[in-house]
């Protein structure tokens, strides 16, 4: 039975919560009140890379939209997708990759607004596994760390394809949460993950620096966004533009208040998540995961179009990729992404970008090893 046929299995069980959240996606979703109740799924455990959507919860970004929103937890990109397109929320933080199988799969979903101007997927090895951050020919034959299915799982697989490796010819083990550990443990010789988790890296003890392959920088497509149902587009678009607009406010507000912003940003994190603080060194790893991701968004084309906004040419591109080396039955745009957009160009400027960046130059006190690629 193929992921599809399990996932349509459990709608069963999923029947009650479904009903209750697909109702959002109607203007009577308000409440006496005039405020609609939405469901917002992240990709994986709440990070610093994702604090800025608490930052817009506890600084009422949502709520003077007249939107009350609850965030959970995701379990991976592949499980968020599907999620939202059984019904189950109403809005989610997913990986393009994951989120276009899934609609292949026969489950309805759009992008609405990207986040992610680039897609942070990247291998990490030890420094005796030979990897080459030049040469992706050197991970075949290694035994390879990935979470089964989701969006490293199935960006790898396109991007293998793209450069002539057989993602069979890798010793794959499939671990939930794969990362450091799998190296540590001596599981595996590799992991994937995002390059936004170096400083997990950076703050092991002793300090480990890992040999990279970017691979979100070698394919040039876009990484995480916000998604929903095409029902919720058609039924309450209102909704949608607000919801966007609200979480879009979080980011621009961490982005443009520079370093003082980011630990604000760490604060509300740990206000709507405690047990995170409790975990060693929380703060440092959480405040460079944040920097890491903001520099992932901030490419020369936000410079000119903001934030939030799907460029023709790298949206046509992100496609063409996942079409070619991923999907077996490939998708139209319409299909993938939202047509008559909600967030056009120049709707959320970074007013002063060189200083954004600026902001961003150094990270846990080493110099930002991501900027230097993203022009």
Known sequence: MNRLRKLLAALAVLALIAAACADSSTDETADEGGVDQVFFILDWVPKGQTSPFYVALDKGFWAERNIAVQITR????????????????????????????????????????AIASTAPTAVYAGPDAGVSGDDPSTLVGLRGAVDAGDENDQLFKAFAGSVGISYDAI?????????????????????MDWITNLPEWWLADPPIE???????RAVDIYGNGLITR???????????????????????????????????????????N?????????????????????????????????????????????????????????????????????????????????????????VLGRSNPLTPFLG
């Open 74 to 113: 995701g379990y991976g990109s592949g499980d968020t997708s599907a999620r939202i397109g059984l019904g189950e929320g109403d809005f989610g933080f997913a990986g393009v990759g994951a989120v276009m199988r899934t609609i292949s799969e026969g489950l309805p979903l759009v992008e609405i607004a």
């Open 171 to 191: 010793d794959w083990q499939y671990v939930d949460g794969a990362g450091i550990g799998s190296i540590a443990t001596g599981q595996a010789d590799f992991v």
């Open 210 to 216: 890992p040999d990279t392959y970017w691979v979100g």
């Open 230 to 272: 095409p029902e919720m587009l058609e039924n309450n678009r209102d909704l949608v533009r607000r919801f966007i607009e609200g979480a879009l406010a979080g980011y621009e507000y961490v982005i443009e208040g520079g370093v003082s912003a980011h630990n604000e940003s760490i604060d509300a994190l740990f206000k709507y």
């Open 274 to 362: 405690p047990e995170l603080e409790e975990q060693p060194n929380a703060r440092e790893f959480h405040l460079g995961n944040l920097q890491l991701f903001l520099t992932l968004m901030l490419t020369e084309d936000v410079r000119d179009d903001g934030i939030g906004y799907f460029d023709p040419d790298k949206k046509q591109r992100s496609l063409d990729f996942i079409n070619d080396f991923l999907l077996d039955a490939p998708l139209t745009l319409d299909q993938a992404f939202i047509s008559d957009l909600i967030i056009d160009s120049g709707d959320v400027p970074i007013d002063d970008f060189d200083a954004a960046r600026d902001a961003l130059a150094t």
